[in-house]
């Protein structure tokens, strides 16, 4: 069964960059897209973006001027980095591995606050 | 972006009823090359990610109960819940993959009567 956990800051400054990894186990991650969603206190999950053991990525274009994403085969881990940050990206980030377009497992998810 | 609109935002049911959702895309998300429709259901709980439940708008995840089933086709889909259990009281999400970026709905809250 394949398992995701992320890791990182709980809680981070305006402006700072955010920066979270996902470590995947029970399965490689030489295949399938690898994906962060977010989703802030009582709304809707949003869909950050999505990388290839490739390099290939593609970012949602309402946050793509501040992200990069990154995957480490030889750790079977997958990175997001999220720039200037501001209150309104406090939200819980979820990783999960994507499947032809849906998300079939998915990490615990990691609270982030932004916040002085 | 494709904009998903589920109804109703909430919904309360008896144990044993029938419960259904239903959610709107604001274009067509069927493939003409294949006919299938890429529109996917999901279940949250407190706490917890959201689970897969349907995907290709109608076929079940392995180990979903077939309580859950999914309908509809094009910009009009529809999860109905048959014969509720308190277990299923939950956030419900449809999502679409027909196009980047991928978005969800809004999101509909299932109660117990």
């Known amino acids: 069964q394949v398992q995701l956990q992320e890791s990182g800051p709980g809680l981070v400054k305006p402006s700072e960059t955010l920066s979270l990894t996902c470590s995947v186990s029970?399965?490689?991650?030489?295949?399938?897209?690898w994906t962060w969603i977010r989703q802030s206190p009582g709304k809707r999950p949003e869909w950050i973006g999505h990388?290839?053991?490739?390099?290939?990525?593609n970012y949602n274009p309402s946050l793509k001027s501040r992200v990069t994403m990154s995957i480490d085969t030889s750790k079977n881990q997958f990175s997001l980095q999220l720039r200037s940050l501001t209150p309104a990206d406090t939200a819980v980030y979820y990783c999960?591995?994507?499947?032809?377009?849906?998300?079939?497992?998915w990490g615990q998810g990691a609270l982030v606050s932004v916040s002085s | 972006d494709i904009v998903m609109t589920q109804s109703p935002d909430s919904l309360a049911v008896s144990l044993g009823e029938r419960a259904t959702i239903n959610c709107k895309s604001s274009?067509?998300?069927?493939?003409?090359?294949?006919?299938?429709?890429?529109l996917a259901w999901y279940q949250q709980k407190p706490g917890q990610p959201p689970k897969l439940l349907l995907n290709?708008?109608?076929t079940r995840e392995s180990g979903v109960p077939d309580r859950f089933s999914g309908s509809g086709s094009g910009t009009d889909f529809t999860l109905t819940i048959s014969g509720l259990q308190a277990e299923d009281v939950a956030l419900y999400y449809c999502?679409?993959?027909?196009?980047?970026?991928?978005?969800f709905g809004q999101g509909t809250k299932l109660e117990i009567k």
């Open positions: 999960a591995r994507e499947d032809r377009g849906w998300f079939e497992f």
């Open positions: 029970g399965g490689s991650i030489r295949s399938y897209y």
């Open positions: 990388m290839y053991h490739s390099g290939i990525t």
């Open positions: 274009q067509s998300l069927l493939y003409s090359s294949n006919y299938k429709n890429y």
């Open positions: 290709w708008a109608s």
């Open positions: 999502q679409q993959y027909y196009s980047l970026p991928y978005t």
